[in-house]
């Protein structure tokens, strides 16, 4: 079955910098778009970026754009989110995310159980 | 940017009644690129409906979606206990997606 499970998560302080990861498994991880969606405590779900199967295109939501980078690793089956100069309203719940296969234009059907963010001094 | 705006914030049911959530959007949606997910406290979201009527794999034939254009609604035709959840429609037709604010429907 699907599988994707967010690591990396945790307190860092305002400006740092952490990278999260998600192991995928349960499908061909190489065929498939992936995401990045957060969820602020108590708040609705931000989309933040989604990248390409071969990883050759990359979209960020204006919010993260010049701060936060996705990326993947197809031999590893790997999604990642390195992001940088934290803000305190960074703070949220990070989960990686399935989209469609070998296409955008397709719904997020697949979701991890999401990694917690905390940013603050 | 597509913004999606949900009514009604909080809707107050009983189980065996009929739930009716809209979704909003500020410009004109392709109803093939229209979502609705269902979330559960401390838990991930789930794919309920894609392409504005169509359910997800595994989904029970009480949650059904329509609309088009501008204006989409999830109906949940017999609340079971397990339907108390926050609820969110997302577009997938342009680039940011975005998702609606939610609509959470609570026990009366």
């Known amino acids: 079955q699907v599988q994707l499970v967010e690591s990396g998560g945790g307190l860092v302080k305002p400006g740092g910098s952490l990278r999260l990861s998600c192991a995928a498994s349960?499908?061909?991880?190489?065929?498939?778009?992936m995401s990045w969606i957060r969820q602020a405590p108590g708040k609705g779900l931000e989309w933040l970026a989604y990248?390409?199967?071969?990883?050759?295109?990359?979209h960020h939501a204006d919010s993260v754009k010049g701060r936060f980078t996705i990326s993947r690793d197809n031999a590893r089956n790997s999604l990642f989110l390195q992001m940088n100069s934290l803000r305190a309203e960074d703070t949220a719940v990070y989960y990686c995310?399935?989209?469609?296969?070998?296409?955008?234009?397709?719904?997020?059907?697949?979701w991890g159980q999401g990694t917690l963010v905390t940013v603050s001094s | 940017e597509v913004v999606l705006t949900q009514s009604p914030g909080t809707l107050s049911l009983s189980p065996g009644e009929r739930a009716t959530l809209s979704c909003r959007a500020s410009q004109t949606v392709d109803s093939k690129y229209l979502a609705w997910y269902q979330q559960k406290p401390g838990q991930a979201p789930r794919l309920l409906i894609h392409g504005a009527s169509s359910r997800a794999t595994g989904i029970p034939d009480r949650f059904s979606g329509s609309g088009s254009g501008t204006d989409f609604i999830l109906t949940i035709s017999r609340l079971e206990p397990e339907d108390f959840a926050v609820y969110y429609c997302q577009q997938y037709h342009r680039t940011p997606r975005t998702f609606g604010q939610g609509t959470k429907v609570e026990i009366k």
């Open positions: 349960g499908f061909t991880f190489s065929d498939y778009y």
């Open positions: 995310a399935r989209d469609g296969r070998f296409t955008s234009m397709s719904p997020t059907d697949y």
């Open positions: 990248i390409t199967a071969s990883g050759s295109t990359i």
